[in-house]
């Protein structure tokens, strides 16, 4: 074979390497947001509570945040087409097994299956998308698979909706197992193509491995509300003992291994250690936001579900329109400018948030929802690619699921602040010490939100004092 057409096969190669990343990005988006439009439909039918159906979501939100770092430093040692194909494979096995629960237990199980698989599939996925880019295309890669995502969440809950209007809850299991496998198909065709990689495969660092699951395990019983109140009285003290013990060990035994699991060493290079800071703070805001919200548009100004599904659908469509058109900023002008921008137009909406009375117009709580998705679409895009590419591409596949990481957490810690902060302030302005938020008393509850948008806001001045940092990294 001559160059020109050995040039003509890897630039065919490239392209469906793209694609597929497209395709398993998205297939995650779906899994997520279908899932939870389900969520009431699978209690009834499975004869569970509130409770019991929001584990299913929780190992899912488990195995993304614990298992995607492992994924993507397993995937930087032994290849991320395989990581990707076998990740497709998963997510298609656990899909088909969700779809045939009997009872939540089965379904709690296989939802765990079907999170390993997306974890599998976003480190490597994002991963391959992005070496499939030229060099400098990186803003580019990473706008793509925002997308893609973005395209995932949006098209999740209409979707979900139809199928178990129209067919069975079960269907919104069955409909991933198909492009699924041939996700798994066509990584493993372009994988073969691959020339495998010269460098002696270096040891997997199991022992990390378990310390940083167990510390996500941890994270998410101290974050959990709901645990809290199934475990009792001292249970959080003990959780959080453990969690500073278990965190004590890993970094202990990170620094001390030739070939961790997560290198540190990471964090200190600026970018991406103001990056991750950022980004984290940033995803903490979203969290708020998410959890408050809904109760406001439905118990305060008294909108319907549907109209309600439409305001949220807003933010998603813009976040994935504008997400490409970020990424190509940042390769052309940079990435200090744009994060600025996107982090103010978010603080924009909090303030939106912290105005909003007990009987503002819809259009606002719209308005701020659409900045949402605009300053996040201007802000984590570049964002990811900045800290993704300021490390050498052999740790890509790791940072890219440290990045995942982020996300989980950062919205796990504003859902749980948010139910903390809406607490202690509607206990104040209502003067009752032991009451919990209730959107009935319009007025305390819509004066509790506000402070909740004021908590958002503040924590807001972080990340965009960090990418203002970032100007001597980037440019």
Request: hydrophobic share 50%.
């Amino acid at each position: 074979m001559n160059l020109q057409d050995q040039a003509q096969v890897n630039d065919r190669i490239r392209r469906l390497t793209l694609i597929n990343s497209v395709i398993g990005i998205t297939i995650a988006g779906i899994s997520t947001r279908v899932f939870m439009i389900s969520v009431p439909t699978l209690a009834t039918a499975l004869g569970t509570d509130m409770l019991g159906i929001s584990w299913a979501l929780i190992v899912y939100q488990m195995a993304g945040i614990g298992l995607g770092v492992i994924c993507g430093r397993v995937g930087d040692i032994y290849g991320h087409h395989k990581m990707f194909g076998f990740g497709m494979g998963i997510m298609a096995v656990g899909s088909l097994l969700c779809g045939l629960s009997q009872d939540v237990i089965q379904l709690i199980l296989f939802r765990f299956v079907q999170g390993v698989g997306g974890a599998m599939i976003q480190s490597s996925g994002r991963t391959l998308a992005f070496r499939a880019m030229p060099q400098g295309s990186e803003g580019k890669a990473q706008g793509l698979m925002a997308m893609s995502h973005q395209f995932g969440f949006f098209v999740g809950p209409p979707i979900g909706g139809l199928i178990i209007d129209l067919v069975h809850w079960r269907g919104i299991f069955f409909l991933l197992f198909l492009p699924s496998l041939v996700g798994m198909a066509l990584c493993f065709m372009t994988g073969r193509s691959v020339a495998p990689s010269a460098a002696r495969p270096q040891p997997i660092d199991y022992r990390g491995a378990s310390y940083f699951f167990g510390l996500t395990i941890l994270a998410t019983l101290l974050l959990d509300q709901k645990i809290a109140q199934v475990l009792g009285a001292g249970s959080e003290a003990l959780l959080g003992l453990a969690f500073v013990g278990t965190l004590w060990g890993f970094i202990s035994h990170e620094r001390n291994i030739k070939s961790p699991m997560i290198d540190l060493s990471f964090f200190s290079v600026p970018a991406f250690g103001y990056g991750s800071v950022g980004l984290l703070m940033c995803c903490i805001t979203q969290g708020l936001v998410s959890f408050v919200t809904p109760f406001y548009l439905q118990d305060v100004l008294k909108l319907s579900p549907t109209f309600m599904g439409v305001i949220f659908l807003v933010p998603s469509l813009l976040s994935m329109v504008l997400s490409p058109v970020s990424g190509a900023l940042t390769d052309r002008i940079g990435a200090r400018f744009l994060l600025m921008l996107g982090m103010l137009i978010l603080m924009a909406a909090f303030l939106i948030g912290a105005n909003l009375g007990a009987d503002s117009h819809w259009i606002w709580p719209a308005i701020l929802l659409a900045l949402i998705g605009v300053g996040s679409a201007f802000f984590n895009t570049p964002s990811q690619a900045v800290m993704i590419s300021s490390l050498p591409k052999e740790h890509w596949g790791t940072a890219i699921g440290i990045i995942n990481g982020i996300f989980g957490l950062g919205h796990m810690l504003g859902i749980s602040l948010s139910g903390i902060f809406l607490t202690l302030a509607f206990r104040y302005y209502s003067g009752v010490p032991g009451t919990t938020p209730n959107p009935g008393d319009t007025h305390v509850f819509v004066a509790s939100m506000n402070v909740t948008y004021l908590f958002a806001l503040a924590i807001s001045l972080i990340p965009l004092l960090t990418s203002i940092k970032t100007k001597k990294i980037i440019e």
